[in-house]
């Protein structure tokens, strides 16, 4: 699914400084010191933590009431594995590693907006500190802070202080962007202090000893109602469609015929239909094909002719992949052509993008082409000069792998916060990416591939010369009927790229699916509207006792708000797929699974609720869907579809000019931490209540 972020919460930030010994006049002195970079949400502060100096002092103890000391940053999260535990852990447990100041100046809350000292001027500290951390490049994806403030309070953003689960990854990510980490240390005091005068439960202390372990126990029923109001989604539309996985029976619904986004939902009608066109175990073909032969004598080796490197809509082709088809001409006495190296990605339509509304620079939103390699995914690097004396805002950039692609350049304009790399043209209307004049200094960013065809055949001329055959510069072109195959390649079964498709919810695996179903049923290629409309005629035909009214998809992988569903449409597929064999096993066997590794972005791990969950989720801002099979407590299954929209909020992010800026971001993520927190209640109480 679209995946841009989740897991923000509104609060409110102190930040607590020391007795660091700068003088009063605001807060440029302490840049002038060697110091410590903050993370802080302070408005005025904020390039401070650019500007990481040689020296880190810290605190050597937490301040009183809720205060959260971020030390060793082992601590910070048991999913983020950061690389910079080891060295952090170090420093703190040596004092001499940065001089420890023992007592912290903590500043009062004056009873209402929290002051900072800064000598005689007063500064409101305030905002998101997921706002501030956006502005260094952080996208909070997978980071979160010391210890959840109001993790058992559950007041909600409604009330003001919903700060559970707040800001989640990409910490790591920053921290080894800057130069010379080892010599420095990251280190804020943070008070939590809820918005609205909700008072929650005071934190532990650090350190604090387990006195007790008791069994896990589900929280009471609330019912749907009271699940809504609890995690604030107030104008959202609410829906499901539970069905009786046997009978068929309706079990338990609201809006049932109601429309809304499916999000990546939509890939379970996609790989349903292109099961049953297919069949589990069709195989994607990519070939090597000739127009002439390999010379003897004074020529011995060259292909006396074109070569064309042939696409089958692979959505799970590999570099190996490629060298092995490499490895064969070789094999065969290949050593170079006269004539011309083509792609030949006739198979299917090609698109520099899915879904023409999602930003440019969206790895989730890549060209689609036959010839597809690694997800159509580039990486862009770029670093500070090492040359000493080298110029400050001076760096060096490339891709990796890097073939022949436009070198990358600078904005000439700065595209707005949040977006480090935006496309450019190059000549020969390949794409040229450009570093945005405000984007960090150091840093990676894997970026879509636009033109995937092209990228792939140069992949596979590299790999060619690696072993000592020449090809020349690829172009596009189609291979005559009268060529002939000089090696090829099989891919996965069908049945086993839908379960990879549906695990790891990738747009263009699940396009490529769709594709060639769609090529199937009608003979030729065409764009992605018309292939979903061929697949949903597919299942209507089916399935003629389902009202299908309003049910509308515009590409396979889900990614677009235009697409429409209702719960349902959606309940009735699974139930038609999980009683269909699939190289002898269901639709079931293909879904995920709750409770296994990161399956259902890291939810329903509890003893009410995992294992008995198989679905698939759907992920898009200001739109949630869940469709799959649960296991109820008594034993019976249950086909459901669950949806939650707001579609209001979701037409005014579609309207933004910049939906990767913080401003924009950051509350869209936030309501999909809570609409999935919703999820997660609501399915338990299924579970155990049917």
């Not at 990605?345 to 036959?370: C, D, H």
């Not at 579609?654 to 990767?660: F, I, K, R």
């Amino acid at each position: 699914g679209e995946n841009e972020g989740e897991n923000e919460g509104e609060m409110s930030m102190r930040l607590v400084f020391g007795d660091w010994g700068f003088e009063s006049g605001g807060f440029e002195n302490l840049l002038k010191k060697p110091a410590f970079a903050a993370v802080t949400a302070v408005e005025g502060f904020l390039a401070a933590a650019e500007k990481i100096l040689d020296e880190a002092e810290f605190l050597s103890q937490a301040a009183p009431v809720q205060q959260l000391l971020l030390r060793p940053f082992g601590e910070i999260g048991e999913h983020d594995q950061l690389l910079v535990d080891q060295h952090l852990d170090q420093v703190l447990d040596d004092p001499g590693q940065g001089k420890v100041r023992p007592h912290p100046l903590v500043v009062g809350d004056d009873g209402g907006d929290v002051g900072m000292d800064e000598g005689h001027q007063g500064r409101i500290v305030g905002r998101h500190l997921v706002g501030a951390l956006h502005r260094f490049g952080i996208d909070g994806q997978n980071l979160s802070l010391g210890v959840l403030a109001h993790e058992g309070h559950r007041c909600g953003l409604p009330n003001g202080c919903g700060v559970n689960d707040i800001i989640n990854r990409r910490l790591k990510g920053w921290l080894t962007k800057i130069p010379n980490f080892a010599k420095h240390v990251v280190v804020a005091a943070l008070v939590v202090i809820p918005l609205g005068g909700c008072q929650g439960p005071a934190l532990p202390a650090p350190g604090q000893n387990i006195t007790e372990v008791r069994a896990y126990e589900a929280p009471p029923p609330v019912g749907v109602d009271a699940l809504i109001r609890k995690h604030g989604l107030f104008g959202a539309r609410v829906g499901y469609a539970l069905l009786d996985l046997e009978s068929g029976d309706p079990l338990a619904g609201r809006n049932e015929n109601a429309l809304f986004i499916p999000a990546s939902t939509a890939k379970v009608p996609t790989t349903v239909a292109a099961l049953g066109i297919l069949g589990a175990d069709y195989r994607f073909r990519t070939r090597v094909l000739v127009t002439g032969k390999v010379a003897q004598g004074d020529n011995e080796g060259v292909l006396g002719g074109d070569l064309y490197l042939q696409g089958g809509g692979d959505p799970l082709l590999t570099i190996q992949d490629l060298m092995g088809l490499a490895r064969r001409l070789k094999d065969q006495g290949v050593s170079g052509v006269s004539g011309k190296f083509f792609y030949d990605q006739s198979l299917l339509r090609t698109f520099a993008e899915i879904e023409a509304r999602q930003p440019e620079n969206a790895r989730y939103n890549p060209g689609l082409s036959a010839l597809s390699l690694d997800f159509n995914q580039t990486l862009l690097n770029w670093r500070p000069t090492l040359e000493p004396g080298g110029e400050k805002g001076v760096v060096r950039a490339y891709q990796t792998p890097t073939l022949g692609d436009a070198r990358p350049g600078l904005s000439a304009a700065d595209p707005g916060r949040g977006r480090n790399v935006v496309p450019g043209v190059a000549p020969g209307d390949e794409i040229r990416w450009l570093l945005s004049p405000s984007a960090p200094v150091e840093g990676a960013e894997f970026l879509p591939v636009k033109r995937p065809g092209l990228r792939t055949a140069r992949v596979f001329r590299r790999l060619a010369r690696m072993l000592g055959v020449t090809l020349p510069e690829p172009r596009a072109g189609t291979a005559p009927r009268n060529a002939s195959p000089m090696a090829g390649i099989r891919g996965l079964a069908l049945a086993d790229v839908v379960r990879l498709a549906l695990e790891h919810s990738n747009n263009m695996v699940t396009e490529l699916i769709g594709q060639v179903a769609a090529r199937h049923l009608e003979g030729e290629a065409g764009d992605l509207s018309r292939g979903s409309e061929l697949l949903g005629g597919w299942l209507r035909k089916r399935l003629p006792d389902t009202d299908w009214d309003g049910f509308r998809l515009t590409n396979h992988s889900g990614l677009s708000s235009k697409a429409r569903v209702n719960p349902k449409q959606m309940a009735a597929i699974v139930r038609f797929a999980v009683h269909r064999r699939h190289g002898g096993g269901d639709y079931l066997s293909l879904l995920p699974a709750s409770g296994l590794r990161d399956s259902m972005r890291r939810r329903f791990r509890d003893p009410a609720t995992a294992l008995r969950i198989w679905a698939k989720t759907g992920t898009l801002k200001y739109a949630k869907g869940l469709v799959g099979v649960f296991f109820a407590a008594s034993g019976r299954p249950v086909a459901f579809a669950l949806f939650v929209t707001d579609f209001d909020l979701r037409r005014a992010y579609d309207a933004a000019a910049n939906v990767q800026s913080p401003e924009i971001a950051a509350p869209a993520e936030d309501w999909i931490r809570r609409a999935e927190a919703f999820e997660q209640d609501l399915l338990r109480e299924w579970i155990l209540g049917i």
